[in-house]
């Protein structure tokens, strides 16, 4: 198992960065569509912070001096990456939430090449799901609540039950569905959350944030996506945080301790140490910061990427690289979706020929090792208020300091809010389970075409293993020892059957354990 890909959604060490620098040129972009949304009041700054984070003047969130109306951070004119395109089945409408937006995704094979749109997730007949539709013979979606059918454009094309020879009220404007900008970028869906005819274009003003080496083809890159039970900030904070790494994720991935500490004379076994970052250029955009052996880069609000500053070796040759890529997107108060990529330029054969299922495993069990911590972190930063990020907070080391830059950023440009498309209920909704918590069918199986396949493939193996035993069993009793002549024969035979079922057993309990729900107890590891 790739070490790189166990530890991916986390970061590793100072001396093992997985972070990179700068946001790289646009490739060309694909087609958009738009529509129609109620138009945002936020607007764009230009405001720059500098920051020097070191252990005895750390950063302190409550020096961000209160920014002007045209310093606010334009929650709506952004793009959102939706989901990787290879976990989306272009036979089947998916349903998303992003920013507190229901949107439904779907291909539109009626376009010349076929093409990705990205509506509202209602029909504008009685607001049923289009999300629960399906895509009709002629390439268009449909609503199944009373067959409505719509076009790439959002133009309502044929209502069964308007007359042939009536008026064509299915060209009625009310009769369309809200279209929103979209692009496949990076192999990655990405939204656009205005759908007003002047956003059209959005593309050619605004791009998504591109990382080349996710096109490149002499990189592999592995794509995964999961929900969470814990918001936005919550998400970026913990991905921002290097120094809970040994701790929270003890056992799951591969220690490395850094420089040796002057004056250190205690060491624990998870080989917590200090941390040395620096944070530059703390703007509205987000932020960099940089670190022994690489640099990391926040690209507001959803982006996070980095990776070593070298690309070439002391030979000239070029050096094993590694980039991680993960997008923290907002989806509801308490929810989040985290989007992660990894390209790497090394092993890439071996790479290709180990599924992604296997690797998701893995993933997630990393982030379920801090779900249930991040989910009442969050809980106690809302009793507290985050206002009062800073007062009920102690970070004094250079290790937090990225968590604290964003916290600046986040009160400085968004006053500790998050810019919802819609009408959020200011309340986290009720804690869950710990079984809910940590499930994983819905947070992520049923969104990855890779983990659902394999499901499918060992519930099926399952059942057979389950129906062989069974088979044996009968073939034994029928037989009357006609062909099972010897003890040693019948005894053979019993334990096949053994085996088969003990062998059915194992893998429902492995089923279960790696795509439904595994509980994780800190106290035993």
Not at 28 to 46: C, D
Not at 215 to 243: C, H, K, Q, W
Request: with cysteine; charged share 20%.
């Amino acid at each position: 198992m790739d070490a790189l890909s166990v530890g991916a959604l986390v970061l590793p060490r100072a001396t093992r960065p997985v972070v990179a620098a700068a946001v790289a040129p646009l490739s060309p972009p694909t087609r958009l569509r738009t529509a129609r949304l109620a138009p945002s009041s936020w607007r764009r700054g230009t405001g720059r912070v500098t920051v020097s984070a070191v252990s005895r003047d750390a950063p302190r969130a409550d020096e961000a001096p209160a920014p002007s109306v045209s310093e606010q951070f334009d929650w709506l004119d952004q793009w959102y990456p939706l989901a990787p395109v290879c976990d989306l089945d272009p036979g089947a409408p998916h349903g998303k939430t992003v920013l507190g937006l229901a949107v439904v995704a779907w291909y539109d094979r009626a376009f010349a090449g076929g093409e990705w749109r990205v509506f509202a997730d209602a029909c504008p007949h009685r607001l049923a799901p289009l999300s629960e539709g399906r895509i009709d013979g002629q390439g268009r979606l449909q609503c199944v609540y009373h067959g409505w059918c719509f076009g790439g454009a959002g133009d309502c094309k044929f209502i069964h039950q308007a007359p042939a020879l009536g008026p064509a009220v299915h060209n009625n404007p009310k009769a369309c569905v809200a279209s929103y900008p979209c692009v496949v970028q990076n192999k990655i869906l990405w939204l656009y959350p205005r759908a007003e005819p002047e956003y059209r274009d959005v593309l050619q003003r605004k791009r998504p944030p591109y990382m080349a080496e996710i096109d490149d083809p002499s990189y592999f890159t592995v794509f995964g996506m999961r929900d969470l039970f814990y918001g936005y900030d919550i998400l970026v904070e913990n991905i921002m945080d290097p120094a809970h790494v040994p701790y929270a994720h003890k056992g799951l991935l591969p220690a490395f301790r850094g420089k040796e500490d002057p004056g250190r004379f205690e060491h624990d076994q998870e080989g917590g140490d200090p941390i040395k970052m620096k944070i530059e250029l703390l703007d509205i955009n987000g932020y960099l910061s940089t670190m022994e052996g690489g640099n990391i880069q926040f690209k507001a609000p959803c982006t996070f990427h980095g990776s070593s500053t070298a690309k070439v070796a002391a030979d000239g040759k070029t050096a094993p690289w590694f980039m991680l890529v993960a997008f923290c997107i907002p989806v509801a108060p308490g929810r989040s979706r985290l989007i992660w990529a990894f390209p790497r330029n090394f092993g890439v054969w071996l790479y290709k020929m180990i599924p992604r299922w296997l690797s998701h495993m893995v993933t997630n069990r990393v982030l379920d090792s801090d779900v249930y911590l991040l989910h009442f972190e969050e809980r106690n930063y809302a009793g507290a208020g985050l206002d009062n990020w800073q007062k009920a907070c102690y970070v004094p080391t250079s290790s937090d300091s990225m968590i604290v830059a964003f916290r600046i950023w986040f009160k400085k440009y968004c006053r500790n809010q998050v810019g919802w498309a819609t009408p959020q209920i200011d309340q986290l909704p009720p804690t869950p389970t710990k079984d809910k918590l940590l499930e994983r069918y819905w947070s992520h199986v049923v969104q990855c075409t890779s983990c659902s396949a394999a499901l499918k493939a060992m519930r099926a193996l399952e059942v057979a293993l389950q129906v062989l035993s069974i088979t044996i069993v009968g073939f034994l009793a029928i037989s009357k020892g006609t062909f099972v002549t010897t003890f040693i024969q019948r005894i053979a035979v019993v334990s096949a059957a053994v085996m088969c079922f003990i062998a059915s057993r194992w893998l429902a309990n492995f089923i279960e354990k790696n795509f439904y729900f595994q509980d994780y107890v800190h106290a035993y590891k």
